[in-house]
DNA sequence: AGCACGCCGACT
DNA sequence: GTCGGCGTGCTC
């Protein structure tokens, strides 16, 4: 008994008055948490055939109102707990059958509950994060099957009707029953209702207990070669090669350091792709001679697969955990970290949460990714997930980006990180900035192919050498920006960029929502050529067909790379020498076709800029570097050109002069002005619903509330907005947002929690949500 | 979140 | 007159 009593001490607030001293007669009770939007526990009984079975961490199913649902027990009690009701408790059902031969352990309750805590997510929300990934997405499927009664039933007695009548000719084809959703498939409410008086009549019942208990052990073995990554690439050509920078020789000994507790702080390693990948390899198999298991981090499926390809090139058996894996895939890899044969594996986000017990080395790759931010209910960050769970569980964490971000950098001087800065500039290909502040633009309002760009596109051709031109545009919010000299008109106080409506002709800052009509000239030249951000960048393969109509041209974007088919399709093009200009977004990073163009162009790097976004500098800069990681090094005549009406940009600066100080320093001190993180925390809170005029009313209710909170404290909390979030409705409802700007990530949290459980008491008309966001990382 | 119960408009 | 829409409250 004493193990239970300590845990239940350790996991639930309510029983700290529970001695441990008081032996246990024997544990009577238990608190549940049900996959719910509920943010407390519900108290059961413990049935006495169940008595010595029901324990922490052990999953069960539950009456729960009318329905049954699958539960975790996260405390056990000898006596009725305080705050649960005196009389009404209902007991526990039966054990789940899902999860009847493991348990969760009291690390992953932990972990949830950190997550829950951490984001102001409902905890049962986060407790699936740690399940086995079967019955995500829902609990296990519940399945309608006939009952004996409508097994005997031939034809009808009573006249039933012609939708019931079809039902049950469908069940009586399938004894194990039909899934909801499958059944359901068609004409949903007739159905529903059908079904509906049938279970009434007792000819149809309801199960929720999966058909087949997951037995999945000798289908699929661990190391399984689906389940890793086929090494996708050759590896890079000659050409592409960088030499592994002098200093990261110091890497083995860091890491040593790390793992003896010498280094205090984890680590942030900052280099090229290719020198990341030496430092993995490095620390990867350091940790697996200590039989310690190796978790990788990335921010999308390709860089997963592609990291998953080069440690398998080395003879390592990495195993991958991402979203694009079947349902059965994910659970075999999970269960097969829960044995403890995974050395190393490698996924997105969602993998900091699977079951690895013996953790020696979290590594975050790309650790400025905005991906690893989860913009679902529970909105965990992977990077700060990942550091608390190397952190409890004594593992080495290693954040390592080709651009780290701000907060990152930031960590290191206020020394919470240590840099190991593994660059070398000799791997830089020659930078060359193109103003183009009094060049004329083309009839579509983009940016026109400047004389170097065709100079630099004409030279690679002849060399038959492959040039890239990337397309930064990112924001899909109307902007304005003047056409003569670039600038856009920002919010005063908050200096992003202000968001343009035609139709009521006005100016909107959608972080403090203060409006304005629409200014006559541009704020820096006075110009009256103010005019929305066009969307002249598609013109761009159309002038370059034009200029080199011989030249072969691919474009990458999301509707040319549909599926990983196609992006392997023009991979092989591109390796085979098929391409001569390759245009495209964001998406050619994923090809991962690094240092290996001759040319690279960016015809518009402002385009990035026009996000109404406080990072917005920041992620330009890292576009700029990533472009310039496509081409190769300026020794082998690599050079990357960019076309600019910013010249004079901290970012272009920073690039230009191969100076990263340049622009942290600036970055960092426009932050500090405007109160931004790192230097503040933001929490964003999200009213969403189906009625405009209901949703505004409740956000203007949600921030007046919060202002009255706040009230006497705004040295450490100030609240700002509401605003409409985008005035395109995402999925059929209205958003709008506030942000709370706060001097702790606790501070600004605890005042949204409270008063959002104040609104939702008050009102939930119109469908009304809200939602609340610590530490946005987008927000459009 | 889901579900049931309850109160008001347009249909046989 | 009812059917069925959604607003509201509750779930151990």
Redesign the pocket.
Known sequence: MGPVLLECRMLDPRSQRASPMVPAPSSAYVDVILP???HRP????IPPELKDRVVVGRSVV??????DLHGLVIAVYPQLPPG??QE???AIRSLSAASADHLLTADQIGLSQWVAERYAAPWGQCIKLVLPPVGRG?PPQPRYVLTAQGLARHSSVDPLGETETEVLARLRRRPKGIMATTLLKGDK?RLT?ALHTLVKQGLVGRCDEPVAPRTLRSTMPPGDTSAVALPMEPEEAADGVEPTPPKAMLWPTVLEQARTKQTLSPLLLQGTHRTRQWCLMQAAQATIRLEKQVLILTGDVEQASRLAGFLAARGERPMLLHSGLSMKARAAVWQAAQEGSVKILIGTRMAVFAPLSRLGLVWVDGEDDASLKEEQVPRYHAREVAHHRASREGAVLVLASNHPSLESLSAVQEGRLTACVYRAPEQLPRVNVIDMKHSPRDVGGGMVLSPPLIEGLRGALRQNALSILYLNRKGFASVLHCGDCGAMPQCDACSVALTFFRRSNHVRCHYCGRTRPVPEHCPRCQSLKLEPVGSGTERVEEAVRRQFPQARVGRVDGETIRRPADARALHRLLTAGDIDILIGTQMIFRLGFHGRALFVALPDADAGLHVPDFRSAERMYHALLDAAALARPAAVGGQLLIQTRLAEHHAIMALASGDEEVFVQQEQAFRQMLQYPPWTCLVRLDVSGTKEAVVSHAAERWAAVLRARAAGRERTVAVLGPSPASHVLRRGRYCWQILIKSSSPEVGKEIAMRTREELERE?????L?YDIDVDPVSMA
């Open positions: 719910r939007r509920l519900f108290t059961y009984l539950v009456p729960f109102g009318s329905q649960a009701p009404g408790l209902k829902g409410a209702l009102s939930r008309r119109g469908g949500r």
